[in-house]
């Protein structure tokens, strides 16, 4: 029982981390049509920028604050530059493009911070197990991950539910040509959501460093789990893209600590310790062909169009 | 005029054909050279460079010319790299492969045109049992060989249960059955993490700590062995329950690792402190060439693999097509090899020491690897009956 509590939180935390890296993704594609492959790569830079700040600041706290400020200025800066003058292009010309952002930024790493890649070391308060509940003992630094990135999914939904600029996403995601005929200024509007979702994905970079290592090509692998939480949650839907990730986190999670188990009460031990993690690798994504079958747009859709 | 430009295209690829075999030594060298794990790789080149400047950049007076390939981590790419080298660039040799997986998948096209391999790391087990071949030679090991000997230390060490953790693909498979030959005490787990894809290891900590398990086994070479490390000391487990490890800790991973890698046993056939002269110069010079930078067991390999390849080279005074004096040349391990002399058996898989490995900090105040012990003297694979070569 208390392994079940254990393995929830493990699932928990990683569906949180997925959250974080799927809120900005599906906030640009909902709101600006925007296909960004790039946007595993700002999750690298958010991990390589707080590696340097924390070795130069000599704090961990003030080494975070001051990548995820930085995050949020590349974001801002890569829109400005190069994405705003794709928007009005075609889906495959905004992959190939952000594929070739892919390129550069792992070879601007390279040149810059070298292939071996970095270690962010974390401060010792965050390195010790904390006791949840007797007899369950869970790293600090886990539970800071769900923490924070249940604070930021609080102070999302605020934002988007609660304010002016919130009211302006949300009538973007549903319909962008009106909200940009009413006269809102649209092109701010979408330098800010950019910026916002590249914090996000720094964020999440940043606070998967210290379990990671912080390497090239981090973010690549986690970009396709981050793609199909908005699929089954929903395109543009900051609620459907919580649920989802935290779906996503639970039966990745979970699959992988109780399938082998289950599996040898069938198979041979041999047969099931190999069987077992191909099949809790694809469970993710039969949850994803089920959710296509049966809901097209995703379980919670940000309102139609 | 579109006549003239294909012919002009041809002419210049004419050209460009690369002088006619006989002329030089042609090695082809397939590692990762790309991704998380292309620092290995980059270590493995360091290393085969280094040897080729020892050797004066010629083998049996001939120049050698060395043609890098990138497998980039993945089987169908090494096998396309090695058809590449063998059938188009037409290499005497190819040397190198990080990973078993990859080197199963490159194996027939060499054996099948009769041209050498000389793996400097991968050591599946099918290599040194039924899939053995005259044309291939390991200057590294067999995968079981050395958790075997970490598993032979845990019973030195009177341990009475263990986890086992690994990645689920033809090396970790070997590797968690290689621990499990020779540990005595109880198994009472086992789990295989997807490859290389998986790096949070949260389900199999939790796992293994439930267990009840007196200490945990990984093999996770790479980066993923700072992940494990890491998550292993931030749930609380070092001090708790003692990690073993193969090919886990070395000198890439361990600026990474840092402290977490302190007290933490491994096995290896190579350390860096090994007393020959001929490991002096090569970490010596190592570290000159590449400042910076230390080498690792994987360098090592590859060094040792440019010296057997010179031997075979040398004996049969650059005729390459002398294949059969070639590999009875090979087959006596006449050179200097940086692990100290080693003989190899039946299948061309070296029979050689393992040793005791510890994480100490060294004169400059880093930390470094060092021999500890030696495990087992002289051990051969447990495969090598499997292979109907008989000597």
């Known amino acids: 029982m208390l ?68 995050t949020l200025l590349l974001g801002i800066a890569l829109e400005f530059i190069a994405l705003r003058h794709l928007y009005g292009r075609d889906h495959l010309d905004q992959v190939l493009a952000t594929f070739g952002l892919i390129l550069f930024f792992n070879d601007a790493v390279r040149l810059i911070w070298g292939p071996a890649g970095l270690s962010l070391p974390l401060p010792p308060w965050l390195t010790v197990p904390v006791q949840i509940v007797p007899g369950v003992f869970y790293p600090a630094y886990r539970l800071s991950i769900i923490v924070v990135a249940l604070a930021v999914a609080a102070l999302l939904y605020i934002v988007v539910m609660r304010t002016k600029i919130g009211m302006l996403i949300r009538a973007g995601a549903s319909n962008r040509e009106m909200i940009g005929a009413l006269g809102i200024n649209i092109k701010l509007l979408f330098t800010l959501v950019f910026g916002l979702g590249a914090a996000l994905a720094g964020l999440a970079g940043l606070m998967q460093a210290p379990i990671l290592t912080v390497q090239i090509g981090m973010g690549e692998n986690i970009l ?8 089954i949650g929903g395109i543009g839907s900051i609620r459907g893209a919580f649920m989802a990730a935290i779906f996503v986190g639970m039966i990745d999670t979970l699959g992988r600590a109780f399938l082998p188990d289950l599996l040898r009460t069938v198979l041979s031990s041999a047969a099931a310790s190999t069987a077992a993690p191909a099949l809790s690798s694809m469970l993710i994504y039969l949850l994803m062909a089920i959710v296509l079958v049966v809901r097209p747009e995703g379980l919670f859709p940000a309102a139609k169009r | 005029m579109k006549k003239a430009f294909w012919l002009a295209g041809a002419t210049i690829l004419a050209l460009a054909q690369p002088a006619l075999a006989g002329d030089t030594i042609k090695i082809g060298f397939i590692s990762t050279f790309s991704g998380p794990t292309a620092v290995i790789g980059n270590d493995m080149r360091n290393s085969f460079e280094l040897a080729l400047d020892h050797l004066g950049r010629k083998m049996g007076g001939k120049p050698v010319e060395v043609i890098y390939e990138d497998d980039g981590q993945k089987p169908d790419v090494g096998k396309q790299k090695t058809e590449k080298l ?3 660039d037409k290499v005497d ?8 997986n990859v080197l199963l998948a490159s194996l027939k096209t060499a054996v099948d045109s009769k041209t050498f391999l000389i793996t400097s790391n991968a050591g599946p087990s099918q290599l040194a049992g039924e899939l053995c071949s ?47 030959s020779t540990f005595k005490g109880q198994v009472v787990g086992e789990e295989y993490t997807v490859w290389p894809s998986q790096l949070d290891f949260s389900a199999e900590l939790t796992k293994a700590k439930n267990s009840k398990a007196e200490s945990i086994f990984v093999f ?14 931030q749930a609380g487990l070092k001090g708790q329950i003692p990690l073993y490890t193969a090919f886990t800790i070395d000198e890439l991973s361990l600026p990474l690792q840092k402290e977490n890698a302190i007290g933490v046993p491994g096995a290896q056939q190579w350390v860096n402190d090994l007393p020959f002269p001929e490991n002096k110069k090569f970490v010596e010079d190592y570290r000159k060439k590449y400042t910076g930078l230390r080498p690792t067991f994987y360098g090592a390999q590859s060094y040792d693999a440019a010296n057997l390849v010179n031997s075979a080279v040398v004996a049969v005074k650059g005729d390459t097509s ?26 061309h898989i070296p029979i050689q020491n393992f040793y005791l490995q510890d994480v100490v900090k060294d004169a400059d105040g880093q930390l470094s690897l ?22």
């Open chain 1, 3 to 70: 392994v079940l509590v254990e393995q929830s939180l493990n699932g928990l935390q990683f569906g949180l981390l997925l959250f974080l890296l799927a809120a900005g993704l599906t906030l640009v594609f909902g709101i600006m049509d925007f296909v960004n492959l790039a946007h595993g790569s700002l999750y690298m830079m958010g991990a390589y920028f707080a590696a340097t700040f924390v070795a130069w600041t000599n704090s961990f706290v003030l080494g975070v604050l001051l990548a995820l400020g930085a």
């Open chain 1, 224 to 231: 396709i789990l981050a793609f199909v939480i908005i699929v």
């Open chain 2, 86 to 88: 063998i059938q188009s």
């Open chain 2, 93 to 100: 040799f190819v040397v190198g492969y990080i990973w078993s």
């Open chain 2, 134 to 180: 005259p044309y291939v030679f390991s200057t590294s090991w067999q995968n079981d060989q050395t958790p075997q000997a970490v598993g032979t230390y845990m019973n030195q060490k009177g341990v009475k249960s263990v986890f086992l953790i690994g990645p689920n693909y033809a090396a970790g498979k070997d590797m968690l059955a290689g621990v499990k």
């Open chain 2, 220 to 233: 996770y070479p790479g980066a993923a062995g700072v992940q494990f490390l890491n998550q292993y000391a």
């Open chain 2, 322 to 347: 002398k294949k059969d004096e070639m590999k009875a040349e090979m087959e006596k391990a006449n050179f200097k090899s940086v692990r100290g002399p080693f003989k190899y058996g039946n299948n």
């Open chain 2, 370 to 391: 060092k021999t500890v012990a030696t495990i087992v003297k002289d051990d051969q694979d447990r495969f090598h009956d499997k292979c109907p070569m008989k000597k």
